[in-house]
């Protein structure tokens, strides 16, 4: 099952973190960030989708080296709306938070300050979408969340591309209106 597929399936599982409202908040903030920035959402999508291959990369490395619940606590710890200068150097410390940024603004052809100055808000949304495979606090964990399992691609399919998530969520958000 790819990314969307399970977020779909946690938003459906009440005892799940995800929610139609969360999936909104994410899409509008990452909406107004860019809107900010005067990109348009081809551009945006672009950013999202290769920003989301380094946060996954950097998650599987310390997967790898410090464990799968270390993952989970960063992302729990992280998550969030608001800008997190944090999240950024838990992900991407020293000059690695510069090289993400100028190796993006390469393949985008975006300014790399412009996409430096958005990781702060950034990474956070996209750990708040792997958040959302969470169990809401008070029910019992059965395991794994399986939207941070899907976004590390344990299966090794490489059907993990966050941009896309943003933009499916985005036409299964419109339909319900």
């Given amino acids: 099952m790819g990314l969307f597929d399970q977020i779909m399936s946690a938003v459906a599982n009440p005892q799940q973190q995800a ?8 899409l509008g903030t990452v909406q107004q960030v860019a809107g900010n920035q005067g990109l348009d959402s081809n551009a945006t999508q672009a950013v999202m989708s290769l920003l989301g291959g380094y946060v996954r990369s950097s998650l599987q490395n310390q997967q790898a080296s410090q464990g799968s619940g270390h993952v989970q606590s960063l992302v ?13 150097n ?9 090289q993400v940024s100028e190796n993006i603004a390469q393949q985008t052809g975006l300014n790399a300050g412009m996409i430096q100055s958005m990781l702060p808000v950034l990474v ?8 959302s495979g969470s169990m809401q606090q008070g029910v019992p964990s059965g395991g794994a969340n399986p939207v941070l399992n899907a976004f590390l691609d344990a299966d090794r ?16 958000l419109n339909q319900g209106r």
Avoid: C, K, T
């Avoid at 929610?19 to 994410?26: F, K, M, N, R």
């Avoid at 956070?124 to 958040?131: A, D, F, G, H, K």
């Fill in 157 to 172: 399919d490489g059907d993990v591309d966050v941009g896309d998530v943003m933009g499916m969520a985005g036409r299964f």
């Fill in 90 to 98: 838990a992900l991407f410390p020293g000059v690695a938070q510069q």
């Fill in 19 to 26: 929610s139609p409202d969360q999936l909104g908040s994410i």
């Fill in 76 to 88: 729990n710890q992280f998550a969030g709306f608001g800008s997190n200068p944090q999240a950024v």
């Fill in 124 to 131: 956070p949304l996209v750990l708040n979408l792997l958040q």
